[in-house]
């Protein structure tokens, strides 16, 4: 008997940050982070993620509008249908559901964490298999603080747990902000790869001069320095720079994956699965890299351990993955969702060995952080 999907549950948890986190579009002081359950009638439950960043600051879908896209049109249409079909059940959301990558990607998450928990094989499984049992991580140095990004960087160190930082820039002046990342880069040294993320904040004429200050400075990339629709900017950038450039908010799937590649606008893909629109659309990006020579880094939304690790499973078989990861969401919260922690050790994310993503969710702490459930609660007493 093929398993039937009864239930698909969207819930919001709001989980503060464990200090802010500063980006140029946003400053974060907590994550909301969106979680989905499918159910089926063969007892098995798949989990997927739809996470994004700062409400509408970052992309086009916040998590409310997630939410209620799922629930009103998506659930829909897949209730009642064959949970193992999967390719079909996609091909049905995007003949009448448009755009909503985020929403897309947890569903098929979801659905794939529960087929792959059938088969009795780890998700990355049914991606064409695994490469690496564990990915490199890097860490955000984001406080909007020279002093305590140091400290924090020296501490990730000490723990073996990061020599990867990434550092949020675009706030302020190029000169301040070169001369923020300049400082951090002095102080570690050849101990870490020093990297920035302007999040579009810089025009053309302002790259270019950061661009040649960062590489004298010792920095290793630049990400999404400028607009994301500007793609011959990027590529006039590209070509001047002495630093490698990565695209991010430019990558929305394959079709930008390709449109990047044959512009020969950037060196490297930071691939999500969210921005992809899901597992299937981010294999589309990274073989689209491999085939146009362009480097491969592992992004995150800053979800939480479902969408972490899903990601994981997935960059676990790319080809290569010469820019490491940046899958440390569930660090950055001051929560715990899972009956086991995931695995961060010797500057990498291990990845678990089980059926399917691998995880076990604490479903009381997860009905605890629930904003529908809080809400609920704070009403009752009233
Ligand atoms: O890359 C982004 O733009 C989003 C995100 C990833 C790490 C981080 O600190 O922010
Ligand atoms: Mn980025």
Same mark, same amino acid.
């Given at each position: 008997?093929?398993?039937?999907?009864?239930?698909i549950?969207?819930?919001?948890?709001?989980?503060?940050?464990v200090?802010?986190?500063?980006?140029?579009?946003?400053?974060?002081?907590?994550?909301?982070?969106?979680?989905?359950?499918?159910?089926s009638?063969?007892?098995?439950?798949?989990?997927?993620?739809?996470t994004?960043?700062?409400g509408l600051?970052y992309g086009?879908?916040?998590?409310?509008?997630?939410?209620?896209?799922?629930?009103?049109?998506i659930?829909?249409?897949?209730?009642?249908?064959?949970?193992?079909?999967?390719?079909?059940?996609?091909?049905?959301?995007?003949?009448?559901?448009?755009?909503?990558?985020?929403?897309?990607?947890?569903?098929?998450?979801?659905?794939?964490?529960?087929q792959?928990?059938?088969?009795?094989?780890?998700?990355?499984?049914?991606f064409?298999?695994?490469l690496?049992?564990?990915?490199?991580?890097?860490?955000?140095?984001?406080s909007?603080?020279?002093?305590?990004?140091?400290?924090e960087?020296e501490?990730?160190?000490d723990?073996?747990r990061?020599?990867?930082?990434?550092?949020?820039?675009g706030?302020?002046?190029?000169?301040?902000?070169?001369?923020?990342?300049?400082?951090?880069?002095?102080?570690l040294?050849?101990?870490?790869?020093?990297?920035?993320?302007?999040?579009?904040?810089?025009?053309?004429?302002e790259a270019?001069?950061? $661009? !040649?200050?960062? /590489?004298?400075? &010792?920095v290793?990339l %630049?990400?999404?320095?400028?607009?994301?629709?500007?793609h @011959?900017?990027?590529?006039?950038?590209r070509?001047k720079?002495s630093?490698?450039? $990565? !695209?991010?908010? /430019?990558?929305? &799937?394959?079709v930008? %994956?390709?449109?990047?590649?044959?512009r020969?606008?950037? @060196?490297?893909?930071a691939?999500?699965?969210?921005?992809?629109?899901?597992?299937?659309? !981010?294999?589309?990006v990274?073989?689209?890299?491999?085939? %146009?020579?362009?480097?491969?880094?592992?992004g995150?939304m800053?979800?939480?351990?479902?969408?972490?690790?899903a990601?994981?499973q997935?960059?676990?078989?790319f080809?290569?993955?010469?820019?490491?990861?940046?899958l440390?969401?569930p660090l950055?919260?001051?929560?715990e969702i899972?009956?086991?922690?995931?695995?961060?050790?010797?500057f990498?994310?291990?990845?678990?060995?089980?059926?399917?993503?691998?995880?076990a969710?604490?479903?009381?702490?997860?009905?605890?952080?629930?904003?529908?459930?809080k809400?609920?609660?704070?009403f009752?007493?009233s």
């Amino acid at each position: 008997m093929n398993p039937v999907i009864e239930k698909i549950e969207v819930m919001l948890v709001d989980v503060p940050t464990v200090r802010p986190h500063k980006l140029s579009m946003a400053t974060m002081h907590h994550q909301t982070l969106v979680l989905l359950r499918i159910d089926s009638n063969d007892g098995v439950s798949g989990w997927g993620e739809a996470t994004t960043i700062g409400g509408l600051a970052y992309g086009g879908e916040s998590p409310e509008s997630i939410k209620i896209n799922i629930d009103t049109y998506i659930a829909p249409l897949l209730t009642g249908r064959d949970a193992s079909r999967i390719a079909q059940l996609m091909a049905l959301i995007r003949s009448t559901v448009q755009d909503n990558r985020f929403a897309k990607c947890a569903i098929e998450t979801a659905l794939y964490d529960a087929q792959a928990q059938r088969l009795g094989v780890p998700l990355s499984e049914l991606f064409g298999g695994r490469l690496r049992d564990s990915v490199p991580v890097a860490w955000t140095l984001a406080s909007g603080d020279t002093g305590r990004d140091i400290a924090e960087a020296e501490k990730m160190l000490d723990l073996r747990r990061h020599n990867i930082f990434k550092l949020k820039i675009g706030l302020r002046s190029v000169r301040e902000d070169v001369a923020h990342v300049a400082a951090i880069k002095r102080a570690l040294g050849d101990r870490a790869s020093v990297r920035v993320d302007v999040n579009q904040a810089w025009s053309e004429t302002e790259a270019m001069l950061g $661009m !040649a200050l960062l /590489a004298q400075a &010792g920095v290793d990339l %630049a990400e999404q320095p400028i607009a994301a629709k500007n793609h @011959d900017g990027m590529r006039h950038l590209r070509a001047k720079s002495s630093i490698p450039l $990565m !695209a991010d908010e /430019a990558l929305h &799937g394959a079709v930008d %994956a390709m449109a990047l590649a044959r512009r020969h606008a950037v @060196d490297v893909f930071a691939v999500k699965i969210t921005q992809s629109g899901g597992l299937s659309g !981010a294999k589309q990006v990274a073989a689209i890299a491999e085939a %146009a020579h362009i480097d491969l880094y592992g992004g995150t939304m800053l979800e939480g351990a479902i969408g972490t690790i899903a990601s994981a499973q997935l960059f676990a078989g790319f080809s290569t993955l010469a820019w490491g990861t940046e899958l440390f969401g569930p660090l950055l919260l001051t929560e715990e969702i899972l009956q086991t922690p995931l695995v961060y050790k010797d500057f990498c994310l291990q990845l678990p060995a089980t059926p399917g993503l691998g995880i076990a969710l604490d479903q009381d702490r997860l009905n605890f952080l629930r904003r529908d459930k809080k809400a609920a609660s704070v009403f009752a007493l009233s």
